[in-house]
């Protein structure tokens, strides 16, 4: 497949040009999902050494740029052989056989990783951009609602008293700001928790960890990291639960849960629970009309607390697999427990 007349393709240069090019682009195709050249530039250089990244951008004769691909690994999920593809084109420009030849350009290029397996998603809500993947032969893997909600509508008094129960029974609620204040050791005790709990995270693929250094360097140098909206559950010193917002760079209006978590030796105690309250009291006490998060479609108990929390589903993401090889060798997918939830920008 090759590109429409005129039309030319090339490498994502990292400039100021073409990161404000890309940017532009993508926020065209996702308007509900801005993002700004400061976030795009901290994800690059939050990378994982072993990660590959590759992006390219297609321009129309008169030098505008239409359309972008982009293939890597997932940190989360690493796998020499396995790598996600992501395709953007911009609405004016559809219809015009740029998706398929940017995805023939993206297999050409990452087959000397020999891939076993490609990931690539959609929104329901999408059909065509479904129907672009399953005609290549993927299929749906997983499901992650969608969730949004109403600050302006929230109401926390069926749960008044719930925070200080959990508090009663030995369970401190802090900040990150607090505690990197007091705790020599926050990053690493901060790190532990998390990787211990992201293996929880619902996932078709096995979780893996990100070394130490490049995950503070995700978190600490991250531009929409909010000390005070970073909540974590202590048992006397070991951290046993966090619940974290994240603002946007491109829109004040919305705030995005990033992870919610217990650890297993802590959950049906009411933490989770009580994490998220303090989360939205903090959101809606800084002005934020909205919270937004994802939760796999079979994590039934944050499902739940979120429903009952007044959280509203809106259309959900689909994962998509396209397995190319066997791979006799792969342990089992991620856990997949009840009570754990990853945004996004996580």
């Known amino acids: 497949m090759t590109l429409p007349t005129g039309h030319t393709i090339r490498p994502f240069d990292y400039s100021d040009g073409d990161y404000a090019t890309a940017v532009a ?28 990244h590759e992006r390219h951008l297609v321009f129309a004769p008169d030098g505008t740029a239409v359309a972008s691909a982009s293939a890597s690994h997932n940190a989360w999920t690493f796998h020499p052989r396995r790598l996600s593809l992501g395709i953007s084109v911009h609405p004016d420009h559809r219809q015009k056989s740029l998706g398929a030849a940017l995805y023939a350009h993206l297999r050409e290029s990452i087959a000397r990783f020999d891939p076993i397996g490609l990931r690539g998603d959609a929104r329901e809500d999408q059909p065509v951009s479904r129907a672009f993947l399953e005609h290549r032969g993927f299929a749906e893997v997983q499901r992650d609602w969608e969730n949004h909600l109403d600050l302006s509508t929230y109401d926390d008094a069926p749960f008044a008293g719930r925070v200080e129960r959990v508090v009663e029974g030995g369970i401190r609620i802090a900040t990150f700001r607090e505690l990197e204040a007091e705790d020599p050791d926050v990053w690493r005790n901060l790190y532990e928790m998390h990787e211990e709990i992201a293996r929880d995270v619902p996932s078709p693929d096995p979780h ?13 140098d991250n531009p929409n990291l909010m000390p005070d909206g970073y909540f974590l559950a202590l048992d006397g010193g070991r951290y046993v639960g966090v619940s974290n917002l994240w603002r946007s760079q491109a829109d004040d209006t919305f705030i995005e849960t990033g992870l919610t978590g217990v650890r297993r030796t802590h959950r049906r105690r009411g933490i989770a629970l009580a994490l998220k309250l303090r989360a939205l009291d ?57 009570g754990v939830e990853r945004a996004a920008t996580a």
Not at 27 to 47: D, I, K, L, Q
Not at 210 to 215: A, N, V
Not at 292 to 308: S, V
């Open 282 to 338: 903090y959101a809606r006490g800084q002005g934020f009309r909205k919270v937004k998060t994802w939760n796999e479609r079979g994590n039934e108990g944050m499902l739940a607390i979120n429903e009952a929390l007044g959280f509203k589903k809106q259309p959900a993401w689909i994962t998509y697999a396209l397995e190319l090889q066997p791979d006799p060798d792969a342990p089992a997918a991620g856990g997949g427990a009840a």
């Open 208 to 220: 893996t960890a990100i070394d130490h250094d490049t995950w503070v360097k995700r978190v600490r």
């Open 25 to 52: 682009l993508e926020n065209a195709v996702f308007p509900e999902y801005p993002s700004t050249v400061a976030e795009w530039r901290h994800w690059e250089a939050s990378r994982e050494a072993k990660c590959h």
